[in-house]
């Protein structure tokens, strides 16, 4: 981390509302943490794994990280907790503190459980609490019983969800102010799946933490993230509030454009294919502007529309950047 600065402000904590859980970003907890990337960029060699990238999470907010594989997105979380150091740019929080107090404070989950093998579970526990002046003895025994930690197993004969699962607890046993996550649930079992959302919606709500998450699995966005953000080629090119990605992205499926139709230069247009004889138009916002200029233009056109779930939202957005590059 290159820099820490701006002063402290006091933060309230979160609450409920009923049954529902109060948004953490509109209530975070007094000791969330506010992260600002500014112009980060580094280069592996000919490969630009960032580009000036700009993120700014306020606290108490989640922000889901989507993005193709080679993005920045690893790279990003690398940076953040100081395993990679950028050529340029700056890492800076709120409240300002040292790279230590920072590491105390936050929480990283990688896609793949990194300590050693030859431990069990427990063992690992007990290694990184040890490690980690923050640890919380009694959050972690609840995070183990939530999440089935076996203690005596040893790490090498866990499976691919069981190592997910403790790779949660040693990452979150210490109430992390801060939460990177990495791709932490690729290729888990549904039970692990959902008893980790469980664990991270809870602690949303409880303590109000800051999240980052990278996930393919963007259903969770949905269930998790406040907003969402669009890497290319190391740069945020786009981002949007997930209920405006949820139910403000549609797709049209037209039929009867002539072969050689081309789609008019549209802000709300994001992408444009063909499938067999129809047109395949996704769109963001107001959907009937676009509809009446197709009718307008071609009178006997038949169009069907379609909501999109967030992943089909999502993947549409990444074709559109492909599409441009």
Known sequence: MNTTEMSHASRDSAVLRGSDQASASQNPGKDAIELRCTGLS??????????????????GECVGVVGRNGAGKST????????ETPD?????????????????????????????????????????????????PAWSAELQSILGIVRAVKIRDLSRGMQARLAFVLGLSHRPDLVLLDEPLLGVDAV?????????????????????????????????????????RGRVVEQCETDELVTGTHRLIVHGLPLGWRPPVSNA????????????????????????????????????????????????????LEDRT
């Open 42 to 59: 580094l280069r592996f060699g000919k490969v630009r794994a960032l580009d000036g990238l700009d993120l700014t999470i306020a606290p």
């Open 76 to 83: 990003l979380f690398r940076s953040i907790i100081g395993a």
């Open 88 to 136: 340029a740019g700056r890492i800076e929080t709120t409240p300002a503190m040292s790279r230590v107090e920072f590491l105390a404070r936050t929480g990283f989950v990688p896609d793949t459980l990194a300590i050693y093998d030859w431990m069990n579970a427990g063992q690992a526990i007990d290694f990184v609490a040890a490690l980690q002046p923050r640890f919380d």
């Open 192 to 232: 692990t799946h959902d008893a980790v959302l469980e664990v991270l919606a809870r602690m949303r709500s409880v303590q109000g933490c800051t999240m980052l998450i990278a996930s393919h699995q963007l259903g969770d966005l949905a269930r998790l993230a406040d907003r969402v953000v669009f890497l290319d």
């Open 269 to 320: 247009l994001i992408l444009a294919r063909r499938q067999e004889s129809a047109c395949i138009l996704t769109v963001r916002g107001d959907v009937a502007p676009v509809r009446e200029a197709l009718v307008s233009a071609h009178p006997s056109v038949r169009i069907e529309e379609v909501a999109l779930s967030i992943h089909e939202a999502c993947a549409d957005r990444l074709r559109a």
